[in-house]
């Protein structure tokens, strides 16, 4: 009578407890690789966001416009630019599916609790109609934004030559530079953004070579 092999109880114990450790770590590697591929598609979304809305800025603030408003006393020209908020006039590009002269506001809204830093426009001509609603375009650049900071580069009332300033308000030219600084909740940054409108005045550079005007260390100072 042959004797029938088989396995003993203890090699599967053994077995099933490899098995199982076996299943464990290739779970836990499986885990770790989803964390992996979600972080850094996270981050790849992150990134574009910051360059579609870096982009948008610097395109509507290079295409800004000189408008003089009828519907006010002021003898400047419509732009509103102050340390947390900039409003200007822009000829948007029609292949963009908008067309025409606007009006561009690039603000930090902290009412709905996201805190975005927003680009809303209005048309010129709605601007200028007296049944005009009041009811302008949005568009969220970024989200749990901390703080914006603009500066603007030029000459303002008798100065001789052009320093940064934290406002332009009621001038009659175009600043020669914008600057813009955006500082997120979670500590980054976006890259400072210098953007210069195509119709403002020529830049005069203090030192032959250089390529931009350094802003000091205290641009208050200069108001």
Known sequence: MKRQHGFTLAE?????????LL??????????????WDAS????TQIETLRVGWQAVHSAISEAVVRFDPTTQSEGIFFDGRPDRLKFTANMPSHLGLGGVYIIELLLDTQNGDDAFLLRRT?????LQETRENNPQQAPLAEGVK????RYFGTLNEEETPSWHTQWTGQSTLPNLLRLDVELKDG?????????PRISPLIELPDEGSALPLETA??????
């Open 188 to 196: 980054t940054h976006w890259p400072t953004l210098i953007a210069r």
């Open 147 to 150: 703080q914006i900071r603009f």
């Open 41 to 44: 598609q996270e981050t790849v």
């Open 23 to 36: 299943v464990t770590l290739t779970y836990g590697a499986l885990r770790i690789g989803i964390r992996s």
């Open 218 to 223: 205290n641009p208050e100072a200069r108001l």
């Open 12 to 20: 599967m114990i053994v077995a099933l407890a490899v098995s199982s």
């Open 123 to 127: 048309l010129w001509v709605e601007h």
